[in-house]
């Protein structure tokens, strides 16, 4: 397989196989672009239990919508001058109040009967991981704090 898309993997690793092994197909078929693959892996991170209960074309069906009201954004002459004074995409997509997640998080419960239960279980998984992170950052700020004590000492 040609990984020329650089989180490819993310989104094998999160995809079920068939879904994913069908829009890399429609990817390298020219069939999707490459900027619907970064929303699909920006999805798998931040709801993979509900991207794994869809199937390619309820993905499809989900992203296509997404893609046209980002690009319409950022095709903008607007932004395109932005993106020249070193904006990112993303704050771009911020600036103008975009949900990055809108069609996700809005329409799935029409394909799968599991929306509302996987939906949670991503909200529980980003919270745990938010917690974790956070206890980390303040364990290290606790150690440097420590050291500094020490080295006044």
């Known amino acids: 397989m040609n990984f020329n898309y650089p989180n490819i993997k993310k989104l094998e690793s999160i995809l079920n196989e068939t879904s994913f092994h069908q829009i890399y197909n429609l990817w390298i078929n020219k069939q999707i672009s490459h900027y619907a693959l970064k929303i699909l892996e920006r999805w798998a991170e931040n709801y993979p239990n509900t991207i794994k209960t869809l199937g390619m074309s309820d993905l499809i069906t989900l992203v296509l919508p997404q893609e046209k009201m980002e690009i319409e954004i950022l095709s903008s002459a607007n932004s395109k001058k932005q993106i020249e004074n070193g904006l ?51 364990q290290t700020q606790i150690m440097d704090l420590q050291h500094e004590i020490k080295n006044l000492n």
């Open 88 to 138: 990112t995409t993303m704050e771009i997509l911020q600036e103008a109040e975009i949900d990055l997640n809108y069609y996700i998080k809005t329409n799935p419960q029409l394909y799968s009967p599991l929306f509302q239960e996987t939906m949670q279980e991503d909200k529980v998984q980003k919270l745990e991981k938010n917690i974790n992170d956070d206890y980390w950052k303040l």
